[in-house]
Nanobody, 127 residues
Framework: QVQPVESGGGLVQPGGSLRLSCDFA????????IGWYRQAPGKEREGVAC????????YYLEAVRGRFTISGDNTKKTMYLQMSDLAPEDTALYYC????????????????????WGFGTQVTVSS
């Protein structure tokens, strides 16, 4: 059982930057998938960015490509989402998730079976 915990959300002005962090210290595996997802009010959850713990098989939502970067530190069992040039459309509840049994799931970033979820952190982009 893995319980990821997010931090780093908040209010930021359009064009600003924010970095989200996610700790999953109770994960034993060294090869797994990590990902960031978001859900805006009235919309379905969508995969924002995913990657394996080896830094391969990356996926980015087209709307964030070039603005967001996912990264992970396997020794610390921590992942990050660096967000820049934020826009009001990026406002959402952001979740981190870990898939310890299927690293290849990072390629699909669908967030379906096998993912363990954090509780979410709110990101609000507004002037």
């Amino acid at each position: 059982q893995v319980q990821p915990v997010e931090s780093g959300g908040g209010l930021v002005q359009p064009g600003g930057s924010l970095r989200l962090s996610c700790d999953f210290a109770d994960l034993r595996s060294d090869y797994y998938a990590i990902g960031w997802y978001r859900q805006a009010p009235g919309k379905e959850r969508e995969g924002v960015a995913c990657i394996t713990s080896r830094g391969s098989d990356g996926y980015y939502l087209e709307a964030v490509r070039g603005r967001f970067t996912i990264s992970g530190d396997n020794t610390k069992k921590t992942m990050y989402l660096q967000m820049s040039d934020l826009a009001p459309e990026d406002t959402a509840l952001y979740y981190c998730a870990v898939n310890p049994d299927d690293a290849a799931a990072a390629r699909r970033c669908s967030g379906s079976l096998g993912w363990f979820w954090g509780f979410g952190t709110q990101v609000t982009v507004s002037s």
